[in-house]
């Protein structure tokens, strides 16, 4: 299925937004997950499932400063 | 408060705009700025601040220059290595413009010193170089009530954002804690490049300007992403999470807290 993941559009397989992320190597401790411009909980990454044309933003942490 | 025939020439090229004008530029002589670090973002930062001419800017840091520090901290100089940060700093900013107030805080930001500190600016800009003090802005400007311009740098990124407590989306509306020690790198073990300080700080500088003149749309519910690489910059719709423990609607965080200091054992 096509989905928008940072403002790219990408072919997708996978049932949650938690699939998305380890399929990308992606720690999900390490980001901020938006679906369809709403924040989601780090504890509904797991039970949130993927749509057809959803609109993701995965938001890591930028800390530097110095 | 009038300005002379001086002030008049050094900011003719402000008072030329009709945003600003001579009303605007009183605006920015009598405005109290706050900010956090003196180091690669608020080097620029407070250089532009001070020539815009702002009344007051206010630095907090505990560090003295060292030699690292150099590549991107622009405010300090090569003879300024080992001398304290805030000091170096408040000489620059005077010797660009004295019509600046410079007041020296040094000192780390802690739960214990922030609220009474930051009550006493009109907005504050967040240039540190680590998590637990950025949450802790993000928390002190909510409990004060003070608009936060946000940056950070890493690598060849780095990201701005605006907040105006309880009217906008916070740094916890999007990030509700900081990362696990030791998952996410800081410039310090990741590396920088250096001229993004001067970017992001810079466009920190500019929404804290305008701000002060109420000039324009200011950069809430939104993340400003830069990516140097590429040279392009997204923008990430933002907006308050109900959910936040900090501004939603059912907080868990009721008051100032440090988070923990990092760990320095960043993965890549």
């Known amino acids: 299925m096509l989905v928008k993941i940072n403002g790219k559009s990408e072919e997708v397989q996978g049932a949650t937004v938690l699939d998305l992320l380890k399929a990308r190597n992606i720690d999900p401790h390490m980001v901020a997950v938006e679906l369809n411009a709403r924040m989601l909980e780090g504890d509904h990454l797991a039970t949130t499932p993927v749509k057809e044309g959803d609109q993701l933003e995965f938001l890591f942490y930028m800390g530097g400063g110095r | 408060m009038d300005f002379t025939d001086e002030q008049i020439t050094r900011y003719s090229r402000h008072i030329l705009l009709p945003e600003v004008g001579g009303k605007g530029q009183k605006k920015i002589a009598k405005s109290r700025i706050l900010i956090v670090g003196a180091g690669g973002l608020g080097s620029p930062a407070a250089l532009y601040l001070a020539a815009a001419g702002v009344g007051t800017i206010g630095i907090i840091d ?32 005077q010797a660009l413009n004295p019509d600046v107030t410079v007041v020296m805080h040094e000192d780390r930001l802690t739960s214990r010193n922030a609220l009474e500190l930051i009550r006493g600016y009109d907005l504050v800009l967040d240039g540190a170089d680590n998590f637990p003090t950025k949450f802790l802005c993000n928390d002190a400007c909510y409990f004060a009530d003070k608009p936060l311009v ?95 423990p900090l501004c939603g609607e059912h907080p868990t965080i009721t008051e100032l807290f440090d988070h923990e200091p990092e760990t320095c054992a960043a993965k890549s």
Do not use: M
């Not at chain 2, 901290?73 to 805030?86: C, E, F, G, P, Y």
């Not at chain 2, 990124?157 to 740094?171: F, H, L, N, W």
């Not at chain 2, 200011?218 to 999470?241: V, W, Y």
């Open chain 2, 62 to 93: 505990s560090d003295v220059v060292d030699l690292s520090n150099l590549q991107r901290q622009v405010i300090h100089h090569t003879r300024d290595l080992a001398r304290s940060k805030v000091l170096s700093a408040k000489e620059k900013i």
């Open chain 2, 150 to 244: 946000h940056g950070a740098i890493l690598r060849f990124e780095g990201r701005v954002t605006t907040i105006i407590p309880g009217k906008s989306a916070c740094y916890r509306c999007v990030f509700k804690n900081p990362p696990p020690p030791g998952l996410v790198a800081s410039c310090q073990e990741a590396g920088v490049l250096g001229v993004l300080a001067g970017i992001i700080g810079t466009i920190q500088a500019t929404e804290a300007l305008k701000l002060v003149l109420g000039v324009g749309r200011p950069l809430t519910d939104r993340l400003l992403d830069f990516d140097a690489r590429r040279t392009a910059f997204r923008e990430i719709k933002t907006k308050k999470n109900p959910n936040c």
